[in-house]
C-alpha cells in the first residue's frame, strides 16, 4: 500500500481482520472457518483522515476493504476538479478491477476521517476464488450493481435539473433507510461532487426546500422529509 508505509502493519490484529472480511457481500456468505481462511490472508492498517489509500497512477494489485471509518473514491477532471464516484462505508471495498487484470488505478480513495483498512493481495483473492467460486458471482454481482448506479448517475447529470438531482438522492437515501430521517453520507461539498454542482447551490436548495415546509434540516448532514411528493414535483 503505497501511501500507508509510515502506518505499522497490524497483522497481530485478527479478530479485527476477521470481522472486517464479514462485513464483505462478497465474502460473508461463507461458513465462518473459511472467514478466518480469508482473514489470515488479509493485512490491516490504520489510514488517517486526508490520507491516500491509492492514488490515480498507482499500481493496482490489492483489494481494500473499509473496516472502520469513511473513504472517497474521486477522479480528477482535466482542470483539476473533483468528480466523486463514491463514498466506502464499513463493508465496502475498492480496488477490485485489478483482480481482473493488473494496471494502474484511475481513480483516487482518499480517508475522510480516520478509517481502519483491510487489505488482500489480487493473488491470494484470485486463489480464494478458484477455492470458492461463488466469490466471482458475488463480486459479479457488486460490479452489476455499482454499473447500475454509475449510469442512473451519469444520467441524472446529462439530463435532470438540479432540483430533481437533489430529490432523487434525498429520495434514494429515504427509500434504504425505510425512514423519512436520513442523514447525508457526505460533506456537502462530496455530494455537489457527487451530483455535478456546487456547494452553495446544494445548500440553497435545501434551504429552499425547508421554506416550503418539505424537509427540515438538523445540522449539516441530517434532514427529515416532510413532504416527499411535493418534492419529487420538483
Given at each position: 500500500?503505497?501511501?500507508?508505509?509510515?502506518?505499522?502493519?497490524?497483522?497481530h490484529?485478527?479478530?479485527?481482520?476477521?470481522?472486517?472480511v464479514s462485513?464483505?457481500?462478497?465474502?460473508?456468505?461463507?461458513?465462518?472457518n473459511?472467514?478466518?481462511?480469508?482473514?489470515?490472508?488479509?493485512?490491516?492498517?490504520?489510514?488517517?483522515?486526508?490520507?491516500?489509500?491509492?492514488?490515480?497512477?498507482?499500481?493496482?494489485?490489492?483489494?481494500?476493504?473499509?473496516?472502520?471509518?469513511?473513504?472517497?473514491?474521486?477522479?480528477?477532471?482535466e482542470?483539476?476538479?473533483?468528480?466523486?464516484?463514491?463514498?466506502?462505508?464499513?463493508?465496502?471495498?475498492?480496488?477490485?478491477?485489478?483482480?481482473?487484470?493488473?494496471?494502474?488505478?484511475?481513480?483516487?480513495?482518499?480517508?475522510?476521517?480516520?478509517?481502519r483498512?483491510?487489505?488482500?493481495?489480487?493473488?491470494?483473492?484470485?486463489?480464494?476464488?478458484?477455492?470458492?467460486?461463488?466469490?466471482?458471482?458475488?463480486?459479479?454481482?457488486?460490479?452489476?450493481?455499482?454499473?447500475?448506479?454509475?449510469?442512473?448517475?451519469?444520467?441524472?447529470?446529462?439530463t435532470?435539473?438540479?432540483?430533481?438531482?437533489?430529490?432523487?438522492?434525498?429520495?434514494?437515501?429515504?427509500?434504504?433507510?425505510?425512514?423519512?430521517?436520513?442523514?447525508?453520507?457526505?460533506?456537502?461539498?462530496?455530494?455537489?461532487?457527487?451530483?455535478?454542482?456546487?456547494?452553495?447551490?446544494?445548500?440553497?436548495?435545501?434551504?429552499?426546500?425547508?421554506?416550503?415546509?418539505?424537509?427540515?434540516?438538523?445540522?449539516?448532514?441530517g434532514?427529515?422529509?416532510?413532504?416527499?411528493?411535493?418534492?419529487?414535483?420538483q
Amino acid at each position: 500500500m503505497e501511501h500507508c508505509n509510515h502506518v505499522p502493519n497490524e497483522r497481530h490484529t485478527e479478530p479485527l481482520r476477521e470481522l472486517c472480511v464479514s462485513l464483505v457481500p462478497i465474502f460473508n456468505h461463507l461458513p465462518h472457518n473459511e472467514l478466518v481462511n480469508i482473514a489470515d490472508r488479509a493485512a490491516m492498517r490504520t489510514v488517517r483522515r486526508n490520507e491516500f489509500i491509492h492514488r490515480a497512477g498507482d499500481h493496482s494489485n490489492q483489494l481494500y476493504i473499509v473496516h472502520q471509518g469513511k473513504v472517497k473514491v474521486y477522479r480528477l477532471s482535466e482542470d483539476g476538479k473533483e468528480q466523486l464516484v463514491r463514498i466506502l462505508q464499513p463493508g465496502d471495498f475498492t480496488g477490485e478491477l485489478a483482480l481482473f487484470s493488473p494496471g494502474q488505478h484511475d481513480s483516487y480513495a482518499e480517508a475522510t476521517e480516520d478509517a481502519r483498512v483491510c487489505i488482500i493481495s489480487r493473488d491470494d483473492l484470485s486463489a480464494l476464488m478458484l477455492e470458492h467460486p461463488e466469490i466471482c458471482m458475488h463480486l459479479l454481482s457488486e460490479l452489476a450493481q455499482r454499473l447500475g448506479s454509475s449510469e442512473k448517475q451519469t444520467a441524472a447529470i446529462a439530463t435532470e435539473s438540479i432540483n430533481a438531482r437533489i430529490v432523487l438522492y434525498l429520495a434514494s437515501l429515504s427509500e434504504q433507510a425505510k425512514s423519512r430521517d436520513i442523514r447525508l453520507p457526505m460533506s456537502r461539498k462530496d455530494l455537489a461532487s457527487y451530483l455535478g454542482t456546487s456547494p452553495e447551490t446544494i445548500s440553497r436548495r435545501l434551504k429552499e426546500f425547508e421554506d416550503e415546509g418539505w424537509i427540515a434540516q438538523t445540522g449539516q448532514r441530517g434532514i427529515r422529509i416532510h413532504d416527499l411528493d411535493a418534492l419529487l414535483l420538483q
